[in-house]
Structures are given as structure tokens and as C-alpha cells.
T-cell receptor, first 120, second 111 residues
Framework: GAVVSQHPSWVICKSGTSVKIECRSL??????MFWYRQFPKQSLMLMAT?????????EQGVEKDKFLINHASLTLSTLTVTSAHPEDSSFYIC????????????????FGDGTRLSIL | GQQVMQIPQYQHVQEGEDFTTYCNSS?????IQWYKQRPGGHPVFLIQ?????EVKKQKRLTFQFGEAKKNSSLHITATQTTDVGTYFC???????????FGAGTRLFVKA
């Protein structure tokens, strides 16, 4: 089945540093990738939608200068948390939508294992 | 704004009992997807419903999409301990690329 690899799985860093998280679709091409933030025991909060070769679309309330998204190829999207602070500590999870397969109606999303970010 | 409401938030059942979670959207959906997330894991796609009134079954799981394409349900017959996890619905808004996740229903199964 479709596999999405997310790296790193866990990162701890000091306040003020920038952290890059990678999301790769390993066995399919993903024209669209999504970045979510998930708080403990809560649902996924969509942060942004990234399409290959174009600028990401950010959800209301998400700072685009804070969370930089690059989707340079059909298999890779990156999220960079710039100048991270303790309030940015969270579980970040990406998903990718397969470009192949039926029709105009969207394909299911395949999720990475997530990245637990802890800012000290 | 557009919302997908999911209830209940939590459900505790005895093994062998049935379980149902419901999703309701404020707007018509083009499709709805269901995911399962085990504790500590990532969401895993279960199924996608597209047609009005559609019913699909996967072993002990039955998925329904309402006639108005605004609500959906997931029913598990005779729950097992392996069913433990959080079940999310995700509705795709008509005419756009946006998918909104419900808050999830966390299922606890007591052996």
C-alpha cells in the first residue's frame, strides 16, 4: 500500500532554532500534501495544503512566515518551523494524496507517522 | 465556517457490544472518508463514500452516507479489543479541495 515517510519522528531543540520536517511519498506521486498539527487527544488541525510547484495555501490563523512549506517535487514536501518557541511544541503530521486513480473526486490521504516536536 | 461535527467524543463498550459514531456537516459534501488512529499511531484510511445514500461494509464495519450527503455513520458490530482507537470522519467540501476532519470518537473496549 501507499507509504508516506516522515522524518524526523522526534526532535528536541532550543527555543529560537528552526526545525525542518520532511514528508516523502515513497511509492506514489503526490500532487497535494497536507500538514496537520495534532494536540494530545484531539483531532487533526489542518495547517496548510501544499501543491507541487506552487505556493502553499495556509489555513486561517496559521502564520506562513512561521511555518514555511516547500513542495519541490511530487514526492517531497518540507515544513520548517522557524524560530521555534515552546508554544510550537506539538505533534506535526503530514499526509499525501495520490495523484493516480479514479476521477475528479479526491483520493484518500495517506499519513506519515508524525513528528513530535519539543521546544525547550 | 464549515464544520464537521462528530459524536460521541468518547465511547466505552464491553467487548462484543456494538458501537456507532456519527458525523454531521453544516454543508453538503462531495465525499466523506473514515480513518482510524490507534493510540500513538497515525491515521489509517478505512473507506471513502461518494454516493448519496451509499452503504458499504468491511467485515464488522458498516459505513453509511446520508441521502443529503451531509451526514455519515460508522457502525461496528460485536466490537473486539483490536477495535480500540480513535475514529475520524473527514468530509471533502463540494467544489473545493478542502477536507475537514471531525473531532474523532475515541473507542475503548473492555475485554
Amino acid at each position: 500500500g501507499a507509504v508516506v515517510s516522515q522524518h524526523p519522528s522526534w526532535v528536541i531543540c532550543k527555543s529560537g532554532t528552526s526545525v525542518k520536517i520532511e514528508c516523502r511519498s515513497l511509492d506514489f506521486q503526490a500532487t497535494t500534501m497536507f500538514w496537520y498539527r495534532q494536540f494530545p487527544k484531539q483531532s487533526l488541525m489542518l495547517m496548510a495544503t501544499s501543491n507541487e510547484g506552487s505556493k502553499a495555501t495556509y489555513e486561517q490563523g496559521v502564520e506562513k512566515d512561521k511555518f514555511l512549506i516547500n513542495h519541490a517535487s511530487l514526492t517531497l514536501s518540507t515544513l520548517t518551523v522557524t524560530s521555534a518557541h515552546p508554544e510550537d511544541s506539538s505533534f506535526y503530521i503530514c499526509s499525501a494524496r495520490d495523484r493516480t486513480g479514479g476521477g475528479l473526486i479526491g483520493q484518500p490521504q495517506h499519513f506519515g507517522d508524525g513528528t513530535r516536536l519539543s521546544i525547550l | 465556517g464549515q464544520q464537521v461535527m462528530q459524536i460521541p467524543q468518547y465511547q466505552h463498550v464491553q467487548e462484543g457490544e456494538d458501537f456507532t459514531t456519527y458525523c454531521n456537516s453544516s454543508t453538503t459534501l462531495s465525499n466523506i472518508q473514515w480513518y482510524k488512529q490507534r493510540p500513538g499511531g497515525h491515521p489509517v484510511f478505512l473507506i471513502q463514500l461518494v454516493k448519496s445514500g451509499e452503504v458499504k461494509k468491511q467485515k464488522r464495519l458498516t459505513f453509511q452516507f446520508g441521502e443529503a450527503k451531509k451526514n455519515s455513520s460508522l457502525h461496528i458490530t460485536a466490537t473486539q479489543t483490536t477495535d480500540v482507537g480513535t475514529y475520524f470522519c473527514a468530509g471533502r467540501l463540494t467544489g473545493g479541495f478542502k477536507t475537514i476532519f471531525g473531532a474523532g470518537t475515541r473507542l475503548f473496549v473492555k475485554a
